[in-house]
């Protein structure tokens, strides 16, 4: 059953409440509709104006999510799925990851499928055995020693029109290299997915844990 919280004000009488047996929150003032919150909380719509966060007209906010961290132990690809439409930014969160081989990092996205082809990516390796690769088959961390762990973040951002452009950086457990990477690739759709693997696809994972975040 909806409860209701009446409240007076200096400007006129307002009103805060659950509207239905849905939960939804309704926040009124003098029987107008201001701003509604859904039961989870992931929207917010309506007129919101204090201290600019969402100002003149209908706006939403939605809530920053944290995955459920996978661990990089086993197999050669560890796979995220289920991510909303709505997502403009994932954070690929890397901790203490490592692989068998020497092949690089490659972090794939996608629509409705992972796309492997098409993408521009740049990826260099500071200190240790210095060096610079580029990939077309998703966004390339260079690394090339088989005895570091990695952890770090790369962030993937919506540009528009489907455009996704990723950044970030990775430091080795030794701390005697990074790995920078940058780049960009289109797909078909909003992303819903996002796939970490290697070059050569055939290297497996052999410790730490990978997760993401998106909002």
């Excluded at 966060?53 to 132990?73: C, E, K, N, Y």
């Excluded at 610079?132 to 088989?146: C, F, K, M, P």
């Excluded at 919506?158 to 990477?181: Q, R």
């Amino acid at each position: 059953m909806a409860s209701t919280i009446n409240a007076t004000t200096a400007s006129g009488g307002g009103i805060v409440e659950t509207g239905d047996a849905s939960g939804v929150l309704a926040l009124q003032s003098n029987g107008t509709t201001i701003v509604t919150v859904s039961s989870t909380g992931e929207a917010v719509t309506g007129n919101m104006t204090a201290s600019g966060t969402v100002a003149d007209g209908v706006g939403t906010i939605r809530p920053l999510v944290s995955g459920t961290a996978q661990a990089s132990t086993s197999g050669t690809s560890i796979t995220f799925t289920g991510i909303p439409s709505w997502v403009k930014r994932v954070t690929v969160m890397f901790n203490g990851v490592s692989t068998s081989g020497t092949s690089s990092y490659l972090i794939q996205i996608g629509s409705g499928s992972v796309t492997t082809t098409g993408y521009g990516s740049a990826s260099t390796q500071l200190g240790g055995s210095a060096s610079t690769a580029t990939s077309t088959a998703g966004y390339l961390l260079n690394s090339n020693n088989a005895s570091y762990t990695q952890s770090g973040n790369i962030t993937i951002s919506l540009v528009g029109g489907n455009v996704y452009v990723a950044s970030g950086i990775v430091g080795n457990s030794t701390g005697t290299a990074t790995i920078t990477s940058g780049g960009s690739v289109t797909l078909s759709g909003a992303l819903d997915r996002v796939v970490i693997t290697t070059v050569n696809g055939t290297d497996t994972f052999d410790a730490g844990s990978i997760n993401i975040m998106y909002e």
